[in-house]
């Protein structure tokens, strides 16, 4: 029985519940002795480890001291879903239905977590990627919502539907506002016509007083011919403005790059910018270039 206890409570990073040992046969009698021998300890109440917990364990104890609906939520999540690198958080963030007092290692919420925004990891059970920013959005400040939206927009875990979905689900939580702001950022650019991004380009270079280039101008590279949106030839230094419309494609993503280390091996700087640079930070693109030319 030791044998299948220790197998269960590894496959939970060492944590294991009362109700779990029970299932495996487990009565009082035994359970005592298990504790009184050290060979279980007391992590909460009702829940046990197996030898020493490792992150994951920590997570599966707080999630089964708070009940069988319970979910690991909110930052605690975004370490699990890898979307902030920060430190990892405790007290460990688990929602519930019911409201729970708060105990040592554990900070819990309250709420009823429909199906569809509950997943599992290897057991686990957290909130989904789309939940998790919801929930966030409510208690952090923008700079870290912010990272953890574009950390899932690059592991391609940012789906506009999937959180509108979430959003209806759970009127009047106190974070749709700061996440649908958060979340608009990625859409910007995106439909423009490449015309509007030339225009707003030319009236950037106007407005800070770039010295005379030239348009759409071909560069030879290996072999290649690449042609640049803005260049200075003299100084080797182009200024490319990307669009969503039509560099938000894995294939366009990578050429991109590809022409970019073409150039750079031939001694050509080459600054990307892009309409959120435009809208956002122009005088930070100007200076980069500027600084470029001098």
């Not at 220790?6 to 359970?31: K, M, N, P, T, W």
């Not at 430190?87 to 105990?103: I, S, Y």
């Amino acid at each position: 029985m030791g044998r299948t206890v220790a197998a269960r409570a590894r496959r939970q990073g060492g944590a294991i519940s009362v109700e779990q040992l029970r299932a495996l046969g487990v009565d009082h009698d035994q359970l005592h002795r298990l504790t009184t021998s050290g060979w279980l300890i007391r992590v909460h109440r009702g829940v046990y480890r197996v030898g020493a917990l490792d992150f994951e364990g920590v997570l599966f104890a707080a999630a089964l001291a708070m009940g069988p609906d319970a979910a690991v939520s909110h930052l605690s999540a975004t370490h699990v879903h890898g979307l902030l690198r920060t430190n990892r958080p405790a007290p460990v963030d688990v929602t519930a239905p019911t409201t729970r007092r708060p105990r040592d290692g554990i900070s819990p919420h309250r709420a009823k977590l429909h199906p569809y925004d509950v997943t599992t990891r290897r057991g686990l059970r957290l909130t989904t990627v789309s939940r998790t920013l919801l929930d966030i959005a409510a208690d952090v400040r923008e700079p870290l919502l912010q990272a953890a939206v574009d950390e899932a927009r690059v592991l391609r875990r940012l789906h506009r539907r999937s959180i509108e979905e979430t959003i209806a689900r759970a009127t009047g939580h106190h974070g749709i506002g700061a996440l649908r702001r958060a979340v608009a950022r990625h859409d910007r650019g995106r439909g423009i016509p490449i015309g509007a991004l030339e225009r707003r380009a030319i009236a950037f270079l106007r407005e800070y007083d770039f010295p005379p280039y030239l348009r759409n101008y071909a560069v030879e590279a290996g072999g290649e011919r690449f042609t640049l949106d803005v260049v200075w030839p003299e100084q080797r230094v182009a200024l490319e403005f990307d669009g969503r419309t039509y560099h938000d494609t894995d294939p366009a993503f990578a050429a991109d790059r590809r022409r970019s280390r073409r150039l750079a091996a031939i001694g050509w700087h080459v600054v990307r910018g892009t309409w959120v640079d435009l809208d956002e930070r122009p005088a930070e693109l100007a200076a980069d270039v500027w600084a470029l030319l001098l």
